[in-house]
């Protein structure tokens, strides 16, 4: 048996990707409001994807910039990339466990309400030259 997880343990580690990536996890922001400033950066050189969050007015660019330069840090630190070289692969933002919360009203009823989280995902990679 032990054999046979170790079989499991060495195919997860060669099929892992490679690519620099950083996730920040139960942020507490809604991920569809994450997701419209994922969609303007998705595909974009970093140091561009750096600038348009940095000016972004909605909510979510502050959280998705963080995520961002903390990728830019890992491929530079971890992989030894030059940030010249970097796009944006693949950027997501996923649903996180919710809060429940009550709100008491009149004769002794009460309303439910959510406050949501989100996981936000940023898959960066290298620029393939044109030859």
Do not use: W
């Amino acid at each position: 048996m032990a054999t046979r997880i170790r079989q499991k343990a060495e195919k997860r580690a060669a099929n892992k990707d490679k690519r620099p990536y950083a996730v920040a996890k139960n942020v507490r922001m809604s991920s569809s409001k994450v997701r419209i400033v994922l969609d303007n950066v998705r595909g974009k050189k970093v140091n561009e994807a750096v600038a348009i969050l940095t000016y972004m007015p909605q909510s979510g660019a502050k959280e998705a910039l963080k995520v961002l330069k903390s990728a830019i840090a890992n491929a530079e630190n971890n992989k030894g990339l030059s940030s010249d070289n970097l796009f944006v692969a693949e950027c997501y933002s996923n649903d996180a466990p919710m809060f429940e919360r009550v709100n008491f009203r009149g004769r002794g009823r009460v309303d439910r309400f959510v406050r949501k989280s989100c996981h936000i995902t940023f898959i960066l990679d290298e620029l393939k030259e044109a030859k």
